[in-house]
């Protein structure tokens, strides 16, 4: 399909190679070939494989449904701006940027974002961007444990399931201990309960705001911490957040990590997303992945080039801070064009417009007969909604009414099972809020009918 | 000179994207706010302006040739980028329920399957985000079954010293040992070494093949035989597997995990620097490890995502794939069918053939053999001549619009120049490369003092690191900061 | 640059200078130049002991890390602190000011240590 060669080109590269045939010289040694076909259905033409792959993505009705879903992948404006000039060919297709001489513009570009991730943060060095907010957790857990060489870590059951769950997957590899604290009737960290195993702890991990879209109290987590000289790491899923509510430097944490996935990146289904891991300066060289630093060329001019490249596998190999080898360039530069086109106005703006519309579909739903807030805490743009049937029960019955309704917790949190978390975001219109408070009033009008 | 962001700007600059929604003090307590947002606002007009610049200041596929060896930086098919751009699939949420991702859930399906035939292997894991994740998911499965089988204590692993950094860091991070192999002057794993270090205390063998010299492991039967009697596991780095789809499979050769980069062998455009995707395969003995959730099909024929994995090392990414990246690559795969597929993999290693016939009488080619799809050349005897080095002749590349090829790796070949030209490139270009090569090699002859200051015509010439190193470790210099 | 021969020498590349219970520890011309621009340099604290031929510190150039292996035994005394600030040091003056650290010794073994003609033998061959 993309390869030019014709046969008379073949040919004369053959004859140049000293080769006689294109078999010869690619075939493995003999016993090994492939024997018989593998079964793959055969080539389509171009026209036929886009209408092919039309009709699958067609198929995801879902995608065209109202959805409430947040839960740690959110539904946000993308101004065209962003898509227009981030996935430029020259940022699309270029390679790592290993030449500086050849890759200013991404180098530019990861400077700008590291900075951002440091303003948003409070943090004073940044890196160059993660794979997700759930490996960004992990990553932090290893500069911890680096910074203090102990092993116990101390998470909050209120930070999300699969960020805990894929910390867990790395922990039984690496020889981690991770003990839970609990929640409370708040929707909160109990970090009393924490204190208990505080001691000795590595760092102790919160996440704001939580999966249940409760503001957590993140100074107090980082004086649980600081009491015992362990790392203070605050978790943020919905970067978004970090558009209005206090910095994790503003509330004592070491480390700042999360998903930056809001700032203008799709929900594609899972992704690709992009983390962010940021910290004090104390802890520099423990960042792990990729760094952009500022310098001077031989003529005195501005560069930008990838730095303190001995902490990374190419150099250090088995003494890494890290695997990680690739970064997320393009997700963190959609990042960084989208919060260039939208500003401090616009970013404040959009993020208490969400606090609007989670206010509102609050009291929209909190009106029905049955359904109460779970949590009384603040909350950003998403919340637990306690509902008079089983969540799950509601879920399914709103899918069929074609509307995403939210995630029933007790898909995570077996004993929360009618609890529903539901999100708001500044795509959320009132009619989009009208039409699911007539359906959950139906339906439970309807299955409280039944009972 | 384009400036930063940051030196951009002025307050009240900016689109109006939503109606004006009042102060967040009317929604949450001041004690829950920060205090202030030091971002800067931007007219549209100026966010135009300094991407397109910054975006003229970059080489890409798109715009110059990259022979880097192992980054396989072939052509990024258009239609993969209009595929991946449908709503339905843009818009399609992680926790949508499976009966409204059929879609999605059918792509990943086929993928899983097409992959898992390809390589030979039982099944695969789309969900890892990158190839260094792909390994460091593999080495967990492989710390997983040896723990199940009573055998926890093997922590060993074997590294061929030609092996890419990400191998032993992989290793390392769940503990293992990392011993490296030497290879022999015929630039093949020495396989009698080899065999000497297995024991009772042998993990995983971690191999490419071929591997990062360009050339076969001929010998790969008889390690992976050698290995599998220890009782280790062999491992296959997919980062060369642009030479082999549809020509040999790693299950064939005796591997029982791999990884691939979807973002190198199918097509997936680097991003400069990511985003990837490293989907790992296992066979029959070690399925059961894979992350969850896989997708499977249940009897009626609908895709679902199923969780009931009990040996499953878990998740080790926060959702299910990345999946627009899969898109991608699965496009790919669906124009080119077996047929298209193997025909890349053989002009592939027709490519790299041509370009070392081309340029071995002015560069060193160590190893008499035919390569397979990239090759390396040394820059040694050209620096003990002339002072030149592999640097300056890369340096001089980038004048003619030629991205430097893979440098200094592998530590075996002193001076190394590892050159992938991929399948996609014309005869033209690769003409073209190797008059480049062949000019610099002249002028490092005529006037070596010259190539030092190389190149001369970028955006910016040669950095000072040292500088920026020495700040960097003091937290100094990585981002802008306020006067 | 020719070796000084009031020191001893290691096949690691560290020079050791005893004078009586107490050593100065750097890195050699070799090391120095084949590292290339030092940009960081990270030693044991004082009060640390340290065993000859463990690795007790890194320097660091753009393109490489080389782990230092303590060439005697003893403690640290004093890490240099002029090194920390301006790494540049250990380039430009490696048997002077970029000394890296100055240790009492614990014995007076000197196993693997090697004279100024010795070690230059070993260069040379290199």
């Not at chain 1, 996440?207 to 015992?228: T, Y």
């Not at chain 2, 929604?21 to 004690?31: C, K, T």
């Not at chain 2, 997936?268 to 395969?281: A, C, K, L, N």
């Not at chain 2, 029959?284 to 090392?313: H, M, Q, T």
């Amino acid at each position: 399909m993309y390869t030019p060669h014709t046969d008379d080109e073949i040919r004369a590269m053959l004859a140049e190679i000293g080769a006689p045939s294109l078999e010869v010289l690619s075939s493995p040694p003999r016993g090994l070939e492939i024997k018989e076909s593998l079964g793959l259905p055969p080539a389509l033409p171009e026209a036929e494989a886009y209408a092919h792959l039309k009709a699958l993505a067609d198929k995801n009705d879902a995608a065209r449904k109202i959805s409430f879903l947040g839960a740690g992948a959110y539904r946000h404006y993308q101004p065209p701006a962003v898509p227009w000039f981030a996935m430029r060919s020259e940022f699309l297709t270029a390679y790592t940027p290993y030449q500086a001489e050849a890759s200013q513009g991404s180098l530019q570009a990861i400077f700008e974002w590291q900075t951002y991730v440091c303003l948003l943060t409070g943090m004073d060095v940044s890196n160059a961007s993660l794979y997700d907010g759930a490996t960004a957790l992990v990553e932090g857990v290893i500069m911890a444990m680096h910074a203090n060489g102990r092993k116990r870590v101390l998470v909050s059951q209120a930070v999300h399931p699969m960020y805990r769950a894929v910390l867990a997957t790395y922990a039984a590899g690496m020889g981690l201990e991770v003990i839970e604290m609990p929640y409370n009737a708040a929707g909160v960290t109990d970090l009393s309960r924490g204190a208990d195993h505080a001691r000795g702890a590595s760092c102790v991990v919160v996440q704001s705001p939580n999966f249940f879209g409760c503001i957590e109290d993140v100074a107090a987590s980082s004086k649980l911490a600081h009491d015992d000289d362990a790392v203070s790491i605050s978790v943020t899923a919905e970067a978004l957040s970090l558009g209005v509510l206090k910095t994790p430097r503003e509330s004592g944490a070491d480390i700042a990590l999360g998903e930056a996935q809001s700032f203008g990146l799709p929900v594609g289904y899972g992704g690709p997303y992009v983390g962010f891991i940021a910290s004090t300066k104390e802890h520099v060289r423990r960042l792990p992945g990729r760094l952009v630093g500022e310098t001077t060329d031989v003529d005195g001019r501005r560069a930008f080039v990838l730095t303190l490249q001995g902490r990374e596998q190419h150099i250090r190999r088995e003494l890494a801070t890290s695997n990680i080898c690739t970064n997320q360039a393009l997700c963190a530069l959609i990042a960084t064009v989208y919060l260039a086109t939208v500003g401090a106005t616009g970013l404040r703006s959009i993020a208490t417009t969400n606090l609007r519309r989670a206010r509102e579909l609050s009291d929209a739903l909190t009106s029905i007969t049955g359904f109460s807030r779970a949590f009384a805490t603040p909350v950003f743009n998403e919340f637990c909604l306690r509902t008079p049937v089983p969540a799950e029960q509601l879920v399914k019955a709103l899918e069929r009414r074609g509307i995403l309704a939210g995630l029933p917790l007790s898909r995570f949190y077996p004993e929360l099972t009618h609890h529903l978390l539901i999100c708001a975001t500044e795509l959320t219109t009132s009619d989009d809020i009208r039409h699911l408070n007539s359906a959950l009033a139906e339906e439970t009008s309807r299955a409280v009918a039944v009972v | 000179m384009p400036s930063l962001l940051f030196e951009q700007g002025a307050p009240g600059r900016g689109n109006t994207f939503v109606a004006n929604p009042g102060a967040p003090s009317r929604y949450l307590d001041a004690s829950l706010l920060r205090s202030e947002l030091p971002l800067p606002d931007h007219a549209e007009i100026e966010v135009a302006r300094h991407f397109t610049e910054l975006s003229h200041r970059n080489f890409s596929v798109d715009t110059n040739f990259y022979p880097l060896g192992s980054c396989t930086m072939k052509y990024n098919p258009k239609l993969n980028e209009a595929v991946a751009a449908f709503p339905g699939f843009t818009d399609l949420h992680p926790f949508a329920p499976d009966a409204g991702a059929q879609g999605a859930l059918h792509l990943l399906w086929d993928m899983e399957r097409s992959l898992s035939a390809l390589f030979g292997m039982t099944e695969f894991s789309l969900m890892p985000a990158a190839g260094a994740h792909g390994e460091i998911t593999a080495m967990l499965m492989a710390k997983k079954y040896f723990t199940q089988t009573g055998q926890g204590a093997r922590n060993l692993c074997l590294v061929p010293d030609t092996a890419h950094g990400t191998n032993p860091a992989s290793a390392a991070m769940v503990g293992y040992r990392v011993v490296s192999i030497p290879s022999t002057s015929r630039g093949r794993t020495d396989v009698a070494a080899l065999k000497s270090k297995l024991d009772g205390a042998t993990a995983v063998c971690m191999m490419t093949n071929p591997n990062t010299l360009g050339l076969f492991e001929d010998d790969i039967i008889d390690i992976t035989k050698a290995v599998h009697a220890a009782g280790g596991l062999m491992y296959y780095d997919g980062a060369n597997a642009n030479a082999i789809v549809g020509l040999v499979r790693p299950g064939d050769m005796g591997f029982d995990l791999l990884h691939l980069n979807l973002h190198k062998t199918f097509s997936v455009p680097h991003g400069g620097g990511g985003p990837g995707s490293g989907p790992v395969g296992a066979n029959a003995k070690l399925a059961k490890y894979l992350p969850k959730p896989i997708v499977i099909r249940n009897g009626d024929g609908s895709f679902a995502l199923n969780w009931e994995r009990a040996s499953s090392i878990g998740p080790v990414r926060g959702f299910w794939s990345h999946f627009l990246a899969v898109v991608r690559a699965y496009a790919y795969i669906i124009v080119h069918g077996e047929e298209g597929l193997r025909r890349n993999s053989q002009l592939a290693v027709l490519n790299a053939n041509y370009v070392r016939a081309k340029i071995k009488d002015v560069l060193t080619v160590p190893y008499d053999d035919f390569c397979r799809h990239e090759f390396v050349c040394s820059a040694e005897t050209l620096k003990k001549e002339t002072g030149v080095r592999a640097l300056d002749l890369a340096k001089g590349l980038l004048d003619a619009g030629i991205h430097a090829p893979t440098m200094y790796w592998p530590h075996v070949v002193p001076e190394c120049l590892m050159i992938e030209p991929t399948e996609t490139e014309t005869r033209e270009t690769l003409d073209n490369f190797s008059a480049t090569i062949h000019a610099l090699v002249k002028q490092a002859h005529d006037d070596p003092t010259s190539m030092a200051e190389l190149p001369l015509h970028t955006p910016v010439r040669r950095v000072d690191e040292a500088h920026v190193g020495r700040q960097a470790n003091k937290g100094i210099g990585l981002r802008w900061q306020p006067k | 640059m020719a070796q000084p021969t009031d020191r001893l020498y290691t096949k690691e590349h560290e020079w050791v200078k005893i004078d009586g219970a107490n050593a100065v520890v750097g890195i050699t011309d070799y090391a120095q130049s084949s590292l290339g621009d030092i940009v960081y340099v990270e030693m044991p604290k004082p009060g640390v002991a340290v065993e000859r031929g463990k690795p007790v510190g890194v320097v660091e150039s753009v393109k490489a890390v080389s782990d230092i292996y303590a060439p005697v035994s003893g403690t640290i005394v004093e890490v240099n602190a002029a090194v920390e600030e301006d790494q540049t040091k250990v380039n430009s003056d490696p048997y002077g000011e970029g000394w890296l650290v100055k240790l009492k010794l614990a014995d007076a073994d000197k196993t693997g240590l090697m004279d100024a003609g010795a070690y230059e033998e070993l260069v040379k061959s290199l």
